[in-house]
């Protein structure tokens, strides 16, 4: 049985497009002042310092969404691969991480890239010492990749000196250490108050690392938590105010917000959808059911099902999608849909949904403003055609 979710509750006027008609479905639709919105909230959050953020843009993707956030003063970035990392580094990023293990030919792009953006600060993870070899005579940083219960990548916070070690090796390869990665993404699975007291546990084993470093006077530039889970665990702890490092928080989905994040975030912070998906009933195949053109080629089912919820429409519930079909069953028969009736998604996931699409359409104030290219949907070709036989 699909999962029940709990509905973003947001009013559907807003997301209304005046001439939908126009419109080919499935089509992602960005609302900039959703976005201004959720960005101001960001800000607020953190004090007004828009250095305390290091954004990843795996969520964004959009070209002109990344410069919004530049022209607002965010100047620190991160992202996961080399398209991204272009991206960011054409609209105007003063400091970008790759905070993704890079190697072989991943890594010799990362630094053609970083050629291409002498101005850029650049940097990446690592968490061994082979791995630092890829970066040797650049003039990217490095941070080392603390796992901090994850068991995706990085060092177990455990070994201390493991991490001390590699920071030293990092020195002796004439590579500049920037500090400490933490990203503590599978805390998504707690409610607030366990999230909260789970994350400052690992934060007070993080600052126990940090300590050491001092002891060994080797200084910790940077130190990088929270994606969007632990977002509100980072802010509320303590010891990372006044500290002797540069702490920034790197939470990227709540610039454009789905139905996870809302859920997981505090709702009177005021984070709302800015990422829909317009879709359109294309059958009623019973009298319960209808069915529309968002399979999961269009939301990303990759978080569960329901894959997105109804604007609007909390009687409507998402069944298990195919690639290009969504059936909906309805709660209530007393509000029927027509063929050709366009429904307003909120994706559960929104980082992997924008990442299905070619194009998103801009809309302001009810009006499409303009239409642009997702742009570091993807990935780069995988093979240069400049030394190509």
């Given amino acids: 049985m699909a999962e029940r979710l709990k509905h973003p509750g947001a009013d559907l006027a807003p997301y209304l497009i005046n001439d939908i008609e126009r419109v080919m479905t499935p089509a ?16 607020r959050l953190l004090d007004g310092r828009a250095d305390g953020w290091r954004p990843h843009v795996k969520t964004s993707k959009i070209a002109s969404v990344m410069r919004r956030m530049v022209e607002r003063g965010i100047s620190n970035f991160k992202c996961s691969t080399t398209l991204e990392l272009a991206t ?114 690992g934060y007070d084993r993080l600052m126990e690392i940090v300590a050491a470093f001092e ?97 609007g429409r909390a009687d409507l519930n998402p069944a298990r999608p195919s690639e290009e079909h969504l059936p909906i069953d309805l709660t209530d028969e007393s509000q029927p849909l027509a063929l050709g009736d366009a429904l307003y998604l909120v994706p559960r996931h929104v980082c992997p949904t924008v990442n299905n699409f070619d194009h998103a359409i801009i809309v302001e104030g009810g009006r499409v403003t303009s239409m642009e290219r997702v742009t570091a949907r993807g990935r780069e070709a995988p093979i240069s055609t400049v030394n190509a036989d």
């Fill in 88 to 201: 960011i580094c054409e609209v105007g990023a003063r400091d970008a991480l790759l905070a993704y293990p890079a190697t072989g030919a991943n890594a010799r792009r990362a630094r053609e890239i970083a050629n291409k953006f002498p101005d850029v600060r650049l940097s990446a993870l690592v968490e061994d010492a082979e791995q630092i070899e890829a970066w040797r005579g650049s003039r990217f940083g490095l941070f080392i990749d603390v796992n901090p219960g994850m068991d995706r990548t990085g060092i177990e916070q455990a070994r201390g000196d493991e991490i001390i070690s590699l920071a030293r090796a990092i020195r002796s390869a004439g590579l500049e250490f920037r500090g400490l990665h933490y990203y503590d993404g599978h805390l998504s699975k707690y409610d607030l108050a366990e999230r909260e007291q789970i994350a400052h546990q």
């Fill in 215 to 311: 002891r060994r006077d080797i200084p910790v530039a940077e130190v990088i938590t929270a994606g969007t889970p632990a977002f509100p665990c980072s802010i509320s702890y303590p010891q990372f105010s006044g500290a002797s490092f540069i702490h920034r928080v790197s939470p990227g989905t709540v610039v454009y917000s789905d139905c996870t994040s809302l859920a997981q975030l505090p709702e009177s912070w005021g984070y709302r959808p800015a990422a829909v998906v317009v879709s359109t009933v294309v059958s009623r195949p019973t009298s319960h059911r209808i069915t529309c053109d968002a399979g999961h080629k269009t939301v990303s089912a990759d978080a569960g099902v329901p894959t997105c919820l109804v604007l």
């Fill in 28 to 43: 992602l639709v960005i609302y900039t002042d959703i976005v201004d919105s959720n960005i101001n909230v960001t800000l």
